[in-house]
């Protein structure tokens, strides 16, 4: 079993649709969770971080951690074509020990 | 947000051939900094952790003595990709932490071709 699961999509949804992007982990010593995005070619951009449990919101973003169930979610309000890319969830313990899921690729259409 | 920055973008280089990627943090001080390899449509695979003032740290299965790790200073982080060869053709991507609070920052990447 992979420390970090996440389903690598596709994911494709309508314009102006709720985008629910979520991941699972196994270690419960995770304490510091992430979440990233990446367009095409380019380097992973930080979206969201979170410490330990609870939620998290941005603008259109809302990130949740639920360390009980090792699960996290990702949601995007009122999604945009500008949305669409590969979602990253991580994760880390520490300091030097992050953990990547596969990504979600996201299509958001017009 | 803290930046991180590549150079280069681009390269094209003959197989045999020798490739540096720097990797600069360019408002923040980085004792740690980290190479990820990245192919199409696959996510991020850490390479090596890069310490300041001390040796890399490889992942298995990750040639230390291909891909050359230098951490000269606290903004700075080298890879040099020696006698490239075409599977060595990737997308090389540079992380930095600047504390514990703030995550992982990224650079925008340096695709690597090799011909």
């Known amino acids: 079993q992979k420390e970090v699961e996440q389903d690598p999509g596709p994911l494709s949804v309508p314009e102006g649709a709720i985008v629910s992007l979520n991941c699972t982990y196994s270690?419960?010593?995770?304490?510091?969770f992430m979440w990233y995005r990446q367009y095409s070619r380019k380097g992973p951009e930080l979206l969201m971080y979170t410490y330990s449990s609870g939620n998290k919101e941005d603008g259109r973003f809302t990130a949740q951690v639920d360390k009980s169930s090792k699960y996290i979610s990702l949601f995007i309000r009122d999604s945009q074509p500008s949305d669409s890319a590969t979602y990253l969830c991580?994760?880390?313990?520490?300091?030097?020990?992050?953990?990547f899921g596969a990504g979600t690729r996201l299509t958001v259409k017009p | 947000g803290a930046v991180v920055s590549q150079h280069p973008s681009r390269v094209i280089c003959k197989s045999g051939t020798s490739v540096k990627i720097e990797c600069r943090s360019l408002?923040?001080?980085?004792?740690?900094m980290f190479w990820y390899r990245q192919f199409p449509k696959q996510s991020l695979m850490l390479m090596a952790t890069?310490?300041?003032?001390?040796?890399?740290?490889?992942e298995q299965g990750v040639e230390k003595d291909k891909f050359l790790i230098n951490h000269a200073s606290l903004t700075l982080s080298t890879l040099t990709v020696t006698s490239a060869h075409p599977e060595d053709s990737s997308f090389y991507i540079c992380s930095a932490v600047p504390g514990l609070a703030g995550g992982y920052f990224f650079g925008p990447g340096t695709r690597l071709t090799v011909l």
């Open positions: 991580a994760m880390s313990q520490g300091f030097n020990d992050m953990r």
């Open positions: 270690n419960s010593a995770f304490q510091y």
């Open positions: 890069s310490n300041e003032g001390s040796k890399a740290t490889y």
């Open positions: 408002d923040f001080q980085a004792t740690t």
